[in-house]
Structures are given as C-alpha cells and as structure tokens.
C-alpha cells in the first residue's frame, strides 16, 4: 500500500506565494508521475501540474508562469511553488502518485489534500 501526504497549505494575499509538498511512502518499486491537482468549492478537480520520473513536466494553462513543480526521486517527494497568488487558485490541492509497488502491482494513490486560500 502506498501513502501520500501534503502539506504546506495555508492562507495568504493576493500576489503572494506558498510552497506545497508531498511525500509517497510504502513499498514502492517505482513511481511514473507524480502530480498536484486541485478542487474549488462547487467545481470539478482540476490539474495543476504533473511531473515524471525523468522530469517532464505538465501544467494547466492558468498555472504556467506561476507555478513551479520539482521532484526528489530519491525522496519519493514532490514540491509545488505557488507564486503570485490569484484569489481563483482557492481550492484544496491534491498530490497524486502513480507507479508500481515492490508486490509489484499498479498504484494511483491520493493524499488527503491541502487547502489553500488567497483573500485580500
């Protein structure tokens, strides 16, 4: 079984910037892509951005410029900088791994989430 866990999350102004982390733990073999997706009140859950094990990254539109995602494979961790800060990134952000276990069998593991709220 695989764990994730965010944390980081926190209320700040408009313009400013917060650091987000998540770290996967269990008997993990490898992990293909980990990513950070988010969910506002009332909305679907949105991607943010993904990164592989090579480093390839992915990222919304509304993010890109903004936000920057890094990963510590050794580590098993993920790092999401959120800089300039718009009231609309409100939401509680996810982490998401995938990958496979040492069993081995597939993983696509969710952390609890951490909620992020910009207000002037």
């Known amino acids: 079984q695989v764990h994730v866990v965010e944390s980081g999350g926190g209320l700040v102004q408009p313009g400013g910037s917060l650091r987000l982390s998540c770290a996967a733990s269990g008997s993990i073999f490898s992990i293909i892509v980990m990513g950070w997706y988010r969910q506002a009140p009332g909305k679907q859950r949105e991607l943010v951005a993904t990164i592989t094990s090579g480093g390839s990254t992915t990222y919304a539109n509304s993010m890109k410029g903004r936000f920057t995602i890094s990963r510590d494979n050794s580590k098993n961790t993920v790092l999401l900088q959120m800089n300039s800060l718009r009231p609309e990134d409100t939401a509680v952000y996810y982490c998401?791994?995938?990958?496979?276990?040492?069993?081995?069998?597939?993983?696509?593991?969710w952390g609890q989430g951490t909620q992020v709220t910009v207000f002037s």
């Open positions: 998401n791994a995938i990958g496979r276990t040492t069993t081995p069998l597939n993983f696509n593991s």
